[in-house]
């Protein structure tokens, strides 16, 4: 496994949550998708989705895992250019939606659009199928610490699939004149209402195809994207700033989408989880 991704534990937790909030102060304009209480939330929830004999192991393991899911954070503050491409995908610099003339097999995606394009428009649902793969090989390797390693980053990526301003050119606003709309829709209203959420995700479900899948998320998230543009013109209307009543208002517009995103968000985590285990010939887990 790169260096990079060594999850370091010698500093604590308190040390670990210092360099993601440098991250996300020193790099907001690339750091697009959901923020760090956002990334914990899916985690933490996508435990719960687990069938008996998968979640105990996770539940074990849950805090370490829900600190762990913003790594790729820390990732983007050491090589932003090497790690950016892998939290996004700009669907809409592939013609109309649904996209059908991207290919979803990777090799066959080079073949037709060469890999500096694909790398340039973002890789984000291969980079789910890359990890869903590194899982499911720890799995098979009963390499525990790599299964922890692998489940964290796998999270990461797959609640950035359900984010809508993930799947944009117009990723932070500025093409539609709405700069940083996707900080205040994708990590302020979390930060300001997630207390008052009413999370269920469904049970976690055996995915067949975890690329394929991950695009179908991507698209997903991206039908939501006018939607969520529109309230937040309707919540700035009279008012001179980003105020406490400016949120009220995206919230009471915008709040079911923010949160059924979260919601499937931590279903597919959940899935994901469960998929590379049972893809891995279920293999006997330890307790603790």
């Known amino acids: 496994m790169s260096a990079r991704w060594q999850i370091r534990f010698s500093g604590g937790k308190a040390a670990a949550a210092v360099v993601v909030a440098c991250a996300l102060l020193v790099m907001p304009e690339t750091a697009s998708g959901w923020g760090a209480n956002a990334h914990k939330l899916i985690t933490n929830k996508a435990v719960d989705t ?48 649904p996209f059908d003339n991207v290919p979803r097999d990777y090799k066959a995606a080079i073949n037709k659009l060469t890999k500096s394009k694909l790398e340039a428009n973002g890789v984000l649902p291969w980079q789910i199928g890359l990890y869903s793969e590194k899982l499911t090989n720890a799995f098979k390797a009963r390499n ?6 692998f489940a964290a980053i796998l999270a990461h990526y797959v609640a950035q699939a359900h984010d809508p301003f993930a799947t944009t050119e117009n990723f932070d606003g500025r093409l539609s004149n709405q700069t940083g709309v996707d900080q205040r829709f994708n990590s302020k209203l979390v930060d300001r209402f997630s207390l008052f959420f009413f999370i269920l995700p469904n049970e976690a479900a055996h995915i067949s195809d975890p690329t394929d899948h991950a695009f179908e998320s ?20 009279g008012l001179p700033d980003y105020t406490d009543e400016y949120y009220d208002r995206l919230y ?37």
């Open 50 to 97: 687990l069938p008996p004999e998968l979640r105990p192991f996770f539940e074990a393991r849950r805090s370490l895992l829900m600190e762990s899911s913003v790594e790729p954070l820390e990732a983007m503050l050491r090589n932003p250019a090497g790690e950016r491409r892998n939290r996004y995908i700009y669907l809409d610099r592939y013609g109309r939606f």
């Open 144 to 149: 525990w610490d790599e299964v922890r390693q």
């Open 218 to 237: 991507c698209l997903n998230a991206h039908s939501w994207l006018e939607q969520i543009l529109l309230a937040d013109r309707r919540a700035r209307r």
């Open 252 to 288: 009471n517009q915008a709040g079911a989408i923010l949160i059924r995103g979260v919601s499937d968000a931590a279903t597919d985590v959940g899935s994901y989880w469960l998929t590379a285990w049972i893809n891995a010939g279920r293999p006997q887990l330890p307790g603790k």
